[in-house]
């Protein structure tokens, strides 16, 4: 059975402040991993996907991957409410194979 | 072209009557992702076809579902009988996956919230 796991919060961070995300999965031969974000009642929206260990930075937004810890993080920096959202994380296992999601973490900005 | 497409957006039925939903996905798009959300939980993949073919279903996919795709390009889930439990958002997903690199971004539909009471 694969797994995700993320803390399902709530977390709250001050406007202005970095937000730290982390997921975890099962899979050590999961390949792709994305980030998405979630109003309430909207559907998930892609914010950025990795599939190298490291860092990969877009605008606010880093995403960093350590294939050997099985694990991948998302900083945002300079949080602002309307950040405010519920950030799922998913794992692919590679070509043609579905996502595994987990259950989200659930993030507030406060003014 | 404006996404991915679900209709209905809402559907309110009495249990044991039967519902269909559909999908269009963004056109250029080969593969289509039928996935199940409940209050608190990331989506639960069901089904996924490439063109037409079904190509994995869910072991937790009861036989009440079927998802068709007759011609690749917008597809139905159907639930029969429908149960209480059945209750949830229904989201719709597609994607061009990348023979080379092996990258599937899957994009997401707005969703079919099914209540069933």
């Known amino acids: 059975q694969k797994e995700v796991e993320q803390n399902s919060g709530p977390l709250s961070v001050p406007e202005g402040a970095i937000a730290s995300l982390n997921c975890t999965y099962s899979d050590r031969g999961s390949q792709s991993f994305f980030w998405y974000r979630q109003y309430s009642g909207k559907s998930p929206e892609l914010i950025m996907f990795?599939?190298?260990?490291g860092d990969k930075e877009d605008g606010r937004f880093t995403a960093q991957l350590n294939k050997a810890s099985q694990y991948v993080s998302l900083l945002i920096r300079d949080s602002q409410p309307s950040d405010s959202a519920t950030y799922l994380c998913?794992?692919?296992?590679?070509?043609?194979?579905?996502?595994?999601f987990g259950p989200g973490t659930r993030l507030s900005v406060l003014p | 072209d404006t996404g991915v497409s679900q209709n209905p957006r809402h559907k309110i039925t009495k249990r044991g009557q039967n519902v269909t939903f559909r999908c269009d996905p963004i056109?250029?798009?080969?593969?289509l992702y039928w996935y199940r959300q409940t209050l608190g939980q990331g989506p639960e993949f069901l089904t996924y076809?490439?063109?037409?073919?079904?190509?994995?279903k869910s072991r937790l996919l009861s036989d009440r579902f079927s998802a068709e795709r007759p011609k690749g390009s917008f597809s139905t889930l159907e639930i029969q009988r429908t149960e209480q439990g059945d209750s949830a958002m229904y989201l719709c997903?597609?994607?061009?996956?990348?023979?080379?690199?092996?990258?599937?971004?899957?994009?997401f539909g707005a969703g079919t919230r099914l209540s069933v009471l």
């Open positions: 997903a597609s994607s061009l996956a990348e023979t080379g690199t092996g990258l599937n971004i899957q994009y």
């Open positions: 990795i599939y190298s260990n």
């Open positions: 056109s250029e798009h080969n593969r």
């Open positions: 998913a794992v692919s296992g590679g070509y043609g194979q579905n996502f595994v």
């Open positions: 076809f490439q063109n037409e073919a079904q190509l994995e």
